[in-house]
């Protein structure tokens, strides 16, 4: 099973559906958002049935960790964004960790969407989350 | 000078990291993060997308090495990482609740090269867990039609590790001769 119990774990999830969600309904060019782990299980999700969920929380862990070695490798610092631009669509991957507890948010866009749009609600999003996980 | 790709992998924990640590020339590549899944293991890091090694034969010849995750749900990277591989060492912990089901799994998962003999068994913390034996791992590879030669290993001390990657190319060698005369 691709997912965590503890106790917080349920009160972090229902904020991360809750702006996943929320990405999502506002954005016609969003067609799906997953918020991992980045050891990679699922926190939350909203895409359509079909997206396995579980494959792309394991695959967006897997990228954004090669992504930090690539950076690291390249002497260019801890990697931030990554892109992926696809024939009729992006996947934006963006940090979205606080203290200890490290996520990364992955978003599925298609071409209705720019890039500039599309990254700045993700990192709308982002910020959104970060506050009120901080503040908890 | 050739070069060869093989991979190193197996269950969680089982020491495919510490092992191409243990013999790299040059500061291994590394993805991991934080493993949530402590149930599943206590580490506290787990490897999520590979690990990368390089190792230079004494006569000139040079070993690529990449570790997989151990999880099934990274399935997909296993896939990635085959390609183009020479050979698979796949490691066991012997302490883990079913060594020889771990073994099948993942000579199951990378029967494209251990069916063409090109592959090993390193059964680690056998000093503290020495059951099951070295036999009955060779025995289950043999009830599933492959010939792996079966080893203990210590995956932190790198004579180990190389003495592994040497059983392994004598059974690569033997392999290749095989295939020439058929
Ligand atoms: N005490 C003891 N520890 C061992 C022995 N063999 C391996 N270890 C330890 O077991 C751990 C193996 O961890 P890793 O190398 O991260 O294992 P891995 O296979 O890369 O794990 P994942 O990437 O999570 O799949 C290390 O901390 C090793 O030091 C042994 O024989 N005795
Ligand atoms: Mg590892």
């Known amino acids: ?136 | 000078m050739k070069e060869y790709k093989l991979i190193f992998t197996g269950r969680m924990g089982a020491g495919k990291t510490t092992a191409i640590a243990a013999i790299s020339e040059i500061p291994p590549v590394q993805t991991d993060v934080t493993n949530n899944d402590r149930p599943a293991h206590a580490k506290a890091t787990t490897t999520v997308a590979l690990d990368y090694g390089e190792v230079t034969l004494p006569h000139g010849d040079k070993l690529r090495l990449y570790g997989t995750p151990g999880q099934s749900r990274f399935d997909f990277m296993w896939k990635i990482l085959s390609e183009g591989a020479l050979g698979v060492i796949v490691l066991i912990d012997n302490s883990a609740p079913d060594p020889l089901a771990d073994m099948r799994e993942y000579l199951d998962a990378f029967r494209d090269i251990v069916s063409s003999s090109r592959a090993i068994v390193g059964v680690g913390r056998c000093d503290t867990h020495p059951v099951p034996g070295i036999d009955s791992f060779c025995e289950a590879a043999k009830e599933m039609a492959l010939s792996v030669p079966v080893m203990s290993v210590d995956v932190r001390r790198r004579e180990d590790v190389l003495l592994m990657l040497e059983v392994l190319f004598h059974q690569i060698e033997a392999a290749e001769a095989d295939e020439a005369l058929s």
Do not use: P
């Not at chain 1, 890039?115 to 989350?129: D, H, K, N």
């Open chain 1, 1 to 136: 099973m691709n997912t965590i119990a503890d106790k917080d774990y349920a009160a972090e999830a229902a904020v991360c559906q809750r702006h996943v969600d929320s990405l999502v309904a506002t954005h016609t060019g969003i067609r799906g958002a997953v918020i991992a782990t980045t050891d990679g299980f699922e926190i939350a999700a909203h895409v359509d049935s079909s997206v396995s969920v579980a494959k792309l929380a394991a695959m967006v862990s897997s990228l954004s960790a090669l992504s930090e070695a690539v950076s690291r490798e390249s002497k260019i610092g801890s990697s931030r964004d990554l892109m992926i631009d696809a024939e009729s669509g992006r996947l934006l991957l963006v940090d979205a960790s606080t203290g200890a507890r490290k996520r990364v948010l992955a978003v599925l866009c298609d071409n209705r969407e720019t890039l500039g749009q599309a990254l700045w609600a993700v990192r709308s999003c982002r910020e959104a989350i970060l506050r009120e996980l901080e503040g908890h």
